[in-house]
Each structure stands twice: as C-alpha cells, then as structure tokens.
C-alpha cells in the first residue's frame, strides 16, 4: 500500500515544532519521504489532498487501562481508595478473559477518534489485549498488571518473552513489564519483580504516588516514599515509568531524574477522582521525561488526549503560575515524551523510515481559525473533532468519522452494553 | 417550517433529567409536541430519524467574549493582569466595529459545533453584535461591557431600549445591563450604572472576584470586597450575575443567594490565567443559581461546552472531594442554570410551548458506550465530536458536521485571518 499525502501543512517534530508546507509519502507501513512537494514515478494506491490541513504524528497515551470502558459512568462520585475497592476490584472479578477483548477493542476505537495512535495498557490477560490490538489496527504497548492478587512473576516473563517475539505478533504489540502500585504488592513480589528486570535489564513501570494517603500508607509502613522505596529494591536500575506522581517530593523527582524514569501525568483522572494536582513545572524544571495519558474510563471517564493536553497546561499554570507548562511544551509531551516513555521512538517522528503513525488535524473548523499559532491552537482549542484522519502502520483505522472497513462499530457496542447488563444481572 | 424528530431518546430536562424513548416536534420556533410516538396528520417539512440518539436542549454559554476569537493563540502564558493591559486591551484598540461583525460570527460557528444554542456576550458595539447573531442564527443576550475606558451609561440605555425592541430584532436578540469589572469602574459610574437599573428594574452583570489581586485591591479602594462594594451601590436589588467568582467568601456567597444573583463558572479561563479554582460546592450548598460559561478565547482558548463541563466537576471535586459537584448537577448547570442566569427560560426545556433550541448527541460513538448512564457520559466523557446537530429557534444550524446553507465557513475563515494580519501589520 502507497499513500501520498499532498497540499497541506506538515509537522514533522523532527527537530522542533516547525509547521511546513509540503507532502508525505507512506509505503507499507513506514513513512518514506517528507518535505516539500517533488516529482515521483511511485505508482499510488491512494492520494489525499489534505486541503489545507495538518499532518503530524499521532498522540501517544502513555497509560491507559483500556478494558475498563464497562465501567464508564457506572462509578462515580467517590474517592480513589473506596472507587477501587468497593466499585472497581469487586466488578473486575466478573470480567472473562473474552470481555476485556471486546471491551478493549472499544476503547481501540475511542483511541482512533482522538488521534491516538498508541496506547500503553496495563490490565490482565495481555494475549486478549494484543488481539483487540491486531484485531482493530491499534499500536498497543501492553503492561503487566502484577500485584499481590493477579499476575504472578513467572507469568510477566512468560508474556515479556512471548509478546515480543515479533515473528508471531503483527508488530503492532509490544510488552514491557511493570506492576500495579506499592500498596498493592509485597516485598517479596517487588524483589521477585527486581530480579527479573535486571534480568532482562528490563524498564519498569508503576501506578506511583497518586494520592497522600498511598504516599502515608507507604511511609508508615517502609519507612519512606513509594519511590524511594522501589527505587531501593532495584526497581528502576532499568528506568521506566510512573503514572500519576502528583505527590512526588523533590528527592522522588531526584530519583525519577537519575534512573531515567519517565513520568506519566493523568490530569482528568486526578481530578475526578480528587487526588490532587500534580507538580508539572518541578518535573519539567527536574529535565525529566514526561508522558501523558488518559487513564482508564472508570476513573476519568474518557479516553481524550486533547482535554489531558489541555488539563496539563492548565493545571500547571493553577498550580505554578500562568506562564508556565506552555502549549508547545505540553503538545511534545503527549507526542515525543509519551513515545519516549513507552519506548516507541520509531514512531515519534514524521521522517523518512519511521513507522506511519500520523494524524490530520483538520484546521477547517472554527476552534482552529485564525491559524494564529497552529500548534497551540492544538494544545488550547483543539477537540475530537478536529481529528480527521488516523493513520496507524501505514494503515488508515479513522477518516471523517467512520473507521475503517474492517471494523463493525455497532457490534463493538452491543457487545459492551451485553457484557454490562450480564454483570449487573 | 415543520421538523419531526422521532426514533431516539429525549432529554427534556422538564422535570428531572430522566431520559424517555419518543419523537418530538418543531413549528416554526417553537417545540409543539415531546412524549411517546403519537399519530398525527401534520405535513412535515422535514422527518429526521434520530437512530437511536439523544435529543436535549442546547447548551447555554453564559459568559463570553464572541469577537475575540481573533487573539485566539496570540497571547497566553501570562497572567490575568498582565494578559490584560499587555496583550488585549492594546490589540483591541484597533479594533473596526465590521471585525466585531466578522470575529463574533467566528464564535458563532464555534458554538454550534459544541451544541451551544445561546450565549451572553459582553463586548463593544452591540448593534454589530446583534447583526451577527441574526446573519449566523445565534441566540445571544448582547451584555453592556460597560467601564471607565468604554460605553457610558447613556448609551447602556441607548442599546437596552434599541436591543429589546423585539419589532426590530427576529427574537434572537435580547439585551441587558453590566459592566466590565470593578477595577475599571469609578464609584461614579457604577453609582449612575445603578440609577439606571433601578430605573428599569434590571437585573446586573459583571465579572468579579476572579483574581485574589482583585479582591484585594477593592479592599484597599473600598474597604470591602466587590460583592460587598457593588451591592451597598445596589446594583444587585434586580438580581443579576457575576462572572468567574474564584475568589469570593463566604459573605460575598450570602449576597449572591440573598439578591438572587446568579454565578457564572469558567472554569479553563481560571485554570489557564491561573487565577484559581472556584469554590463551586460552596455555591451548591449555598443554593446559588450556577451556570456555565466558556469566557473569550483569548482567556482559555476555546468555546467548548464539554472541556467546560468536565471542569467545573473536576475543579469541584478535587477543591473540595470526589463525592461533590456531580455529572448530573453539572449538565444542570450548563443548561438550565445558564439560562436561568441570561433570563432565557423560554428555550430550557423540551415541552412544548418552549422555544426550540435543542442539540442531537451522537451515542453511536465509542466514547459514549456503553450506554450505563447517557446524562454522566455527556459530562464525564461527552466531546464535540457528539454533536450530530444543533438547532436554534426552530432552525437547523449545523448538522453532521456542516453549518447551515446561509453561512460561508470559509469566508469567515478568511476574513478572521485578515483581520489579524492587517492589526499585527
């Protein structure tokens, strides 16, 4: 398959956040060329005249609990701890291993309407997980959800070894290995973790200071902070990633600076769920990595990158002054810092040979004009709909509202409202 | 003109916000018909299947800045005092009243695309203003931004009796009386500001307490807070409402519930000038009226009912717990609260009767489903890109993703772009 897409602004976000005029050119799934329009004998399979719009690499979701859609509006209102204990973990034991296929597939699908390209995915039953990937077209780096009640170790290393044996998977599924949080795993768990990941001289990602009440509970109990702690056991000699640190404290960001721990802000879910905002502008000023993602869509509840750029900047700057976490900053971090979290690199960018994972923004709408300062209009006034197309491995999965052919959106959704109403029956 | 929408759900907002299976029907402005299938010998001009969607009224956008749009990306990152006497007030000098026309009709389409069905526009040259309402077909309630530096107080008069004068103006249009804010507002104008609200028994509009700067400097000036300070001027004896809030007490709450003032929230316009969080469950447990606004997008930097919705639970739960300001109370807000607050009772429910200003939310997307709870996916996870239709006054003004035959999108465009380039010339 050949695509050429011509007649509109680029961002390539190979250097910085220049916006040029030119084309791209798409062969299988790898980007071929880039740059200002020139002559071609190449025969394509499809020409897109983008009209005017932007082409740029599509949002990478650095955490993301995708299976979690039956969830949805079903509990609200309540505080983190009670959320998970007495609303998500008690519903969660009725999903089958078939449920969070479809269920995960539904989330695909959301993904696709707002730009996301890849999604970092911790949930159970990862060889579910990677067929809603390859069964919808979506890039999924998938997650171990280890704790002391679900996943043993020996079954992180069977997946770690068996999802990223490329032969069998499609190249859309990767697999890096990580675990719940603290408050949910032993010491005996975490060092077990520990000696797998040097192991494999692994990365390692966690749920991490979310709320006060982890960070007390943690201390009470270790003595320190949950980073310290694991920072302790050896869990980031690797690097990796933790999501949430709105409690971090300035010798947690030292840790996260000097292991090369990327962090992962969820704003929306911080909000809703009231945890807290987190210290944005400390992480930027610490010179580390920062990802972004939605969360799940129990907690948040949607799973929309262009309210979680928004709630980035605009929490940064409630928190630590207006002119902080500024919009091109926030839309690099929910491009290249997500990819760079999630270990994606080769697709971070709109240069020739990286992986086709592209967006086109449609400028044509009003929340987009004037064309003042394209990439903050992004960052500030962007909004699903602004999303025309999604590209993902060179292959389109969303254009002008529909998906592509090989998706049956309403069978998707009957099957999400079946499998609600059986557990609620 | 005879629209019958049928096959869907219908909010009518009514009583409650119970969702019902049925059809409604539109003569000329007004709904004549909402409830279960019924028989009828009606001639329709046109018959829209609903599929399944969900019909309810449109949102209410109760404080904006419509011709701003040209500053939009323009000038951010700084603070609200600053933002303002650097960045707008010099920019908005060289202000044409034909850009008011051209920039506020920009807004408009704005609002169709997130469903908004009204709004209440404090600006400059207000006869451009209504002009652009009747040429877009927006329902706008066109606000005095009266101040030191702009309007007098004649001339408030001047535009109350032109602009009410319903012979005149379609219905579109309505007007009321306000002023900028008290910190460019001598007690002379305020106390001749009052002299006429009294003469006309009109209700009173500002912004206030936005900024902790702002409250402290009235106190300094005054001796008391703005709340205070305006209503011993007795500005409030015909009710009214006041923007943004962040910084108000408990006092200033008692006045507002007391005079039956209403408080308008724009929540990204606080988050993104880093003015603070309001204290939106105070208002609740207060029994203030509560309504719903995007602010100009210069502040915030886009007209979205949904990025506002989402924060004003958001803001509310992680300023006071995950348990207050829920979904439900939110979409409240945004529709009936906002109207409440622009004295637009006549367009807040589907009944009929009841002027036909409705919105079509698509449910046939992922991030809608499953269908556990409709009016929480609106708040929690709703975007724009569940907007199927929107109507005003009978009148079908976007619809699958198309404004209405009247309106040139692209010569807006074209013109907001000009505007820009010949002021930074």
Redesign the interface.
């Known amino acids: 398959m050949k695509t050429r897409f011509y007649n509109g602004f680029i961002l390539t976000m190979e250097k910085d956040l220049s916006v040029v005029q030119g084309e791209l050119w798409v062969e299988q799934n790898r980007v071929i060329y880039a740059g200002s329009p020139k002559e071609t004998t190449i025969s394509w399979d499809r020409e897109i005249d983008l009209q005017g719009n932007l082409l740029m690499p599509g949002f990478k979701n650095a955490h993301t609990h995708s299976a979690m ?6 509990a ?5 701890q009670e ?1 998970l204990t007495e609303s998500i973990f008690p519903m969660e034991e009725k999903l089958t291993p078939d449920d969070i296929y479809h269920l995960t597939k ?2 695909n ?2 993904y696709f ?1 707002s730009g996301i390209t890849a999604n970092f995915d911790m949930y159970f039953h990862p060889e579910k997980v990677a067929k809603a990937a390859e069964d919808t077209g979506m890039r999924t780096v998938i997650l171990s959800g280890l704790s002391d009640f679900n996943q043993s170790v020996a079954e992180v290393e069977q997946a770690y070894l068996e999802l990223n044996n490329q032969e069998k998977y499609t190249g859309l599924v990767r697999y890096e290995m990580g675990f719940h949080a603290e408050y949910t795993s032993s010491k005996k768990l975490l060092e077990e973790l520990a000696f797998l990941a040097h192991q494999y001289q692994a990365p390692i990602y966690t749920h991490i200071s979310e709320t006060q009440r982890e960070v007390a509970e943690c201390i009470q109990r270790h003595g320190v902070t949950p980073a310290v702690f694991l920072d302790q056991l050896g869990l980031f000699d690797f690097g990796g990633g933790g999501y949430h640190g709105v409690h971090l404290t300035a010798e947690d960001i030292e840790i996260f600076k000097k292991r090369n721990v990327s962090i992962v802000l969820n704003c ?1 879910a ?8 987190a210290p944005i502008s400390d992480f930027m000023d610490a010179g580390i990595n920062i990802g972004v993602g939605t969360d799940g ?1 129990a907690s ?5 990158m ?2 979680e750029m ?2 980035v ?3 940064g ?2 928190r ?5 976490v ?2 091109d900053d926030v839309l690099l971090m929910a491009t290249r810092g997500s990819a760079k979290a999630m270990n994606l690199t080769e697709c971070d960018s709109l240069a020739s040979g990286q992986l086709a994972d592209l967006v086109v923004i449609d400028l ?4 987009m ?5 394209i990439t ?2 992004i960052v ?6 602004n ?1 025309k197309l999604t590209m993902i491995n060179g292959k389109i999965v969303y254009e002008d ?1 529909q998906f592509h052919a090989g998706i049956d ?2 069978a ?2 009957r099957k ?2 079946e ?2 109403q059986r557990m609620k029956a």
């Open positions: 859609t039956f969830l949805r509006s079903l609200d209102d309540q505080p983190l959320w539904l989330a699908l959301e309407t929306s911080n909000l809703k769920l009231a945890s807290g905002i869509p948040n509840n949607s799973l929309d262009f309210k928004f709630l900047s605009g929490l700057k409630v630590s002054g207006a002119d902080q500024a919009g044509h709408k009003p929340n004009q004037p064309l003042n300062h903050k209009n500030y006034s962007g909004s699903k709909d999303v509202g959106a309403e998707i959704y999400a409202n499998i609600i």
